[in-house]
């Protein structure tokens, strides 16, 4: 990816229901909503400084719902420390990770923040402070992820949107310094909102050892900075600095990583190739390749194997369906405004006598590329080859008014599934009882042919 559009989609690409083209606010796409003004985090990411404002309740964002995720993230993790789950829990103690920490993790029984650390307190289990992560939480609750999407659109509209994905975290803190040391991810800006407590972060420019995980000694060098936040708050802190939190009152944080500088494109890419010659080669379904092992001092071909995937490398990168993919997935991007991974598509009936109306809090990215339509909407997306100008009619009337599926789109197939498609992506909603569990079947093959 880059920050130009990929060849062949229309300059004219726009986001309904956010204003303008989707490149007009950086490429994040319409006007940033009206509540934060996020003129104190732009200036300081744009001078490379530490910067912070005082949302309160313009935050928006439920301390008692991002409870609520880390309750549900917390569950599998109480039988042990898992490997490359989604959402991942790590709690640490003192200076070390705990790798079976049972009980101690947020259960139904805690209500809040601070009965969790209550309990914590009268068991003893965590008498020097701890701190709980929790990466990815957003997955899980589609409301929370809603509100975070909300707060960082704002900023996004004015900063641009980043081309890599951005991390979430929520972090339940309460210590004196942070177990993990230094609080960074390598060429990612961050932005921390405090729903709950108060966290002091103390900043430096440089470091005065070559490796940070050895370094302990943060009492004998003062800090280039340091920055209090309370509830309501939120603190950017840009890509080159070194952070050490530090818990003034039992915490409850939102942490968003925004790549910046020496951000991997080209492993997003390559990650997207790996995933198209799994498709045409069959993926790993195949017996893993063995060759002749050949007497030693013999020149070694390359095994057949490996030049089949090499030609089929050669073939995706001269083809239009790699930078038709790349643009599918930035569309997906800009209408999440980089919060991934997602929550899942709801599954729901539209039958023709449902009521349905635009959901005006989700911005619609519509892209153009070489005769199709690129539809996306709360991540997630699917291409139209006909009907597009119909069914952009018929979203548009939908911002003013609640109408029935049948009567908007009488006896078309095509344009029934592409809005049912839109309501399990939560584009629309649909009114009273009419939304079921199953999802409609009809039509859906006009228009999901070559939709990925």
């Known amino acids: 990816m880059s920050d130009k559009a990929p060849r062949g989609i229309d300059e004219r690409s726009e986001e309904m229901g ?79 990770a705990v790798a079976s920490p049972g009980h101690r993790l947020p259960g139904p029984d805690d209500r809040s923040l601070d009965d969790y650390v209550a309990r914590l307190a009268g068991e003893g289990a965590a008498s020097g402070g701890f701190q709980l992560v929790v990466t990815d939480p957003l997955v899980l609750d589609f409301a929370l992820w809603a509100e975070v999407r909300g707060l960082v659109r704002g900023l996004l509209a004015q900063i641009g949107a980043p081309v890599l994905p951005v991390v979430s975290e929520l972090v339940l803190e309460a210590f004196a310094r942070t177990p993990r040391g230094f609080t960074r991810r390598m060429h990612c800006a961050v932005v921390t ?154 599954s729901i009936a539209l039958p023709a006598a449902a009521r349905v109306r635009r959901d005006p809090g989700t911005p619609i990215v519509r892209m153009r590329w070489r005769g199709e339509s690129i539809w996306a909407a709360n991540g997630h997306g699917f291409t139209l080859r006909s009907g597009e100008r119909a069914l952009h009619r018929i979203v548009r009337s939908l911002e003013h008014r609640e109408a029935a599926v049948g009567a908007l789109c009488g006896d078309d197939p095509g344009l029934a599934a592409a809005l049912a498609l839109l309501a399990e992506i939560r584009a629309i909603t649909v009114a009273g009882d009419a939304a079921g569990d199953a999802v409609g079947a009809a039509g859906r093959a006009s228009i999901e042919d070559g939709a990925r």
């Not at 490997?83 to 103690?93: E, G, N, S």
């Not at 005065?208 to 309501?232: C, K, L, M, Y």
């Not at 500088?261 to 990650?271: F, M, P, Q």
């Open 18 to 96: 956010g204003g303008g083209p989707a490149g007009s606010a950086g490429g994040a796409g319409g006007k940033a909503p009206r509540g934060i003004d996020w003129d104190p985090v732009v200036r300081a990411h744009r001078a490379s400084e530490v910067g912070r404002l005082r949302a309160g309740c313009r935050l928006a964002i439920s301390p008692d719902r991002a409870w609520r995720a880390v309750v549900e993230a917390s569950a599998p993790f109480r039988l042990g420390m898992r490997f490359r789950a989604v959402p991942d829990v790590r709690l640490y103690t003192g200076d070390v």
């Open 193 to 346: 909102a405090v729903l709950a407590g108060r966290l002091r972060t103390r900043i430096w420019r440089r470091l005065w050892q070559r490796s940070p995980n050895e370094i302990r000694d943060f009492d004998a060098h003062r800090p280039d900075q340091v920055v209090t936040a309370r509830a309501g708050d939120v603190v950017y802190c840009p890509a080159d600095r070194w952070h050490l939190d530090e818990a003034l009152a039992p915490c409850l944080a939102l942490r968003l990583w925004i790549p910046a500088a020496g951000s991997d494109t080209g492993g997003e890419v390559a990650r997207l190739v790996s995933e198209l010659v799994a498709e045409r080669l069959g993926g790993d379904d195949g017996a893993a390749p063995f060759v002749p092992l050949a007497p030693r001092g013999a020149a070694c071909a390359v095994p057949p194997e490996l030049r089949r995937t090499g030609r089929c490398v050669a073939e995706l990168a001269r083809s239009p369906q790699l930078a038709r993919e790349l643009a599918i997935r930035w569309a997906r991007r800009v209408s999440a405004c980089g919060l991934e991974p997602v929550p899942a598509a709801r």
